[in-house]
């Protein structure tokens, strides 16, 4: 039990990994506070979580507004009375085209949520985080490792919030704060279920012929699910990891060693 009396704030929380470390979290002991803009989906979770016995408080959030993510924390701190942990994994979906040819706007919209997001909510529960020398646990991507095409603004937006949250491994260590940040590679969940079953029907094979080709690069020959991602968070927002800063967990089954 990792996470006994902790309070857990999720933002980002959706159904692959989002809901995997809420669930992950709760498991561990945490109460849990999921954040995201869709009321349904927090709902859908918060019901999960609550049905395998854990605590939850669902706040619909915007965290491209500041007052959304003002309230989120103060709905918090009304309910749970601290916080311990922050878990931003708010998700843009790329554009998936070569950078020559990506709409200026869309990395503009993938910069604001996923960097000045992630940089507003850990603002605004910093104060709350120094009482209790909390934790900070960015959701990055393999994208890090690799230059390949059309990748481009999604790695530009993520390069940038791995650099974001190394300075700030660095400026609110003097408050106990750590900063760490999980890498994922491919996560086997629906939605690259769904995706691979898109490919397999592109180039007239199977959807398990092109999961076999992509975990064929990697070391374990498979894919990482969304509870073994959530695991590398729970780590990272416990006091198990409490002498690790602002360091990077890559979660890819070897598919790339940083």
């Not at 709905?75 to 916080?83: K, N, S, Y």
């Not at 990395?107 to 603002?123: A, C, M, N």
């Not at 408050?175 to 397999?200: C, H, M």
Request: include cysteine; charged fraction near 20%; proline fraction near 3%.
């Amino acid at each position: 039990m990792l996470l006994t009396d902790k309070v857990v704030v999720v933002s980002g929380v959706g159904p692959g990994l989002g809901r995997s470390i809420c669930l992950q979290a709760a498991a561990q002991g945490a109460k849990v506070v999921l954040a995201a803009r869709t009321e349904s989906r927090l709902a859908e979770v918060a019901a999960e979580v609550q049905a395998a016995g854990g605590t939850t408080l669902s706040v619909p959030t915007d965290i491209t507004d500041d007052a959304a993510v003002e309230n989120l924390i103060a709905r918090t701190v009304e309910t749970f009375g601290r916080v311990d942990a922050l878990v931003n994994n708010a998700f843009s979906v790329p554009s998936m085209k070569p950078l020559e040819r990506t709409d200026f706007q869309q990395i503009r919209d993938s910069v604001e949520l996923t960097v000045l997001g992630g940089l507003r909510v850990t603002k605004a529960f910093t104060d709350e985080l120094a009482k209790a020398e909390g934790s900070v646990v960015m959701i990055n991507s393999m994208v890090l490792r690799h230059s390949e095409p059309r990748y481009g603004s999604y790695k530009v937006a993520k390069a940038a919030l791995l650099a974001m949250s190394q300075t700030l491994a660095t400026e609110l260590g003097d408050k106990g704060i750590r900063i760490n940040t999980v890498a994922p590679g491919y996560i086997w969940s629906d939605q690259l279920k769904w995706y691979f079953g898109e490919v397999a029907k592109k180039y007239g094979i199977t959807a398990e012929q092109v999961y076999e080709q992509t975990a064929s690069r990697s070391d374990l020959k498979r894919l990482p699910e969304p509870d073994e991602i959530a695991r590398a968070v729970v780590f990272f927002a416990s006091d198990w990891s409490s002498a690790i800063t602002g360091q990077t967990l890559d979660v890819n089954c070897g598919e790339y060693h940083s």
